[in-house]
């Protein structure tokens, strides 16, 4: 289907809202199957996250994304659900807005794996979801350096956890385990992380989540510096490289998920 530039945020409106008339009423529409449903939905997270990080401060496109953490929930909550579903559509060509929904997807699937009830798991979902959210702040240089960054470079990347709290305050956000989760993803049990170098109990529960979760969707992305790796070698790579800091018990559990 061609559609012009200028027509594009039509578009958008009337596929969003047919999509959701479909998932409401299929008997009105014609029936999709499950995998279909995922594919959609991941479609419009993509969208939706891409306009996000182009204009974070935007409310209606921070609206949009808790509108896909409903439909992430929704579907990791569904009986058809299994991860190996979700991976089939997750689009493994690294970009900073489908490795949020990534990250999301695979945070929420553990999630689940460990019983997490609808609001943390809605909770968990929005924090893994925007826990990127201030790399939008970020040179797009630096962010889309191809290679190593320099150490000044680093220092700048760093700051994106807590410009992505600055964001989330803006946007409204008030709950503190969604703003723990975006600020503290990168913290490490033993303490080698940032910004504020946590470790062990003092780092809260969704950020070693989405963290062991980012780490597993950057090395099983393909960049155009590496490839990708496979689901075994990314787990056990960081399980026999990174022992001292992840949670070795959510690893642990993301490993018997993925089985």
């Known amino acids: 289907l061609f559609v012009k530039e200028q027509e594009h945020h039509a578009y958008e409106d009337f596929y969003k809202n047919h999509f959701q008339q479909i998932k409401k009423y299929p008997q009105k529409g014609i029936p999709i199957t499950f995998s279909q449903k995922l594919d959609k939905m991941y479609e419009h997270a993509s969208s939706a996250l891409g306009e996000l990080f182009e204009n974070p401060e935007k409310l209606s496109n921070y ?74 702040q970020i040179d797009k240089e630096i962010i889309n350096k191809n290679g190593k960054l320099t150490p000044e470079e680093f220092k700048i990347m760093q700051r994106h956890p807590v410009y992505g709290v600055s964001l989330g305050l803006k946007l409204g956000i008030k709950n503190k385990k969604v703003l723990e989760g975006i600020k503290h993803h990168h913290e490490k049990m033993n303490g080698s992380g940032y910004p504020n170098g946590l470790s062990k109990d003092s780092i809260p529960l969704y950020a070693k989540i989405i963290g062991i979760c980012d780490i597993f969707d950057a090395l099983t992305s393909k960049r155009s510096y590496k490839e990708a790796m496979s689901s075994f070698e990314a787990l056990k790579l960081m399980k026999t490289q990174m022992p001292n800091e992840l949670d070795l018990k959510l690893l642990d559990s993301m490993i018997l998920m993925f089985r």
């Open 63 to 136: 609206k949009e994304s808790k509108k896909v953490v409903n439909e992430l929930v929704t579907n990791v909550l569904d009986k058809e659900f299994a991860i190996k579903s979700l991976m089939k559509i997750a689009t493994h060509d690294y970009y900073t807005h489908t490795h949020s929904i990534n990250v999301s997807i695979y945070a929420l699937s553990l999630g689940s794996f460990l019983n997490f009830n609808e609001l943390e798991l809605e909770e968990l979902g929005e924090a893994a979801l925007l826990h990127d959210l201030g790399k939008s």
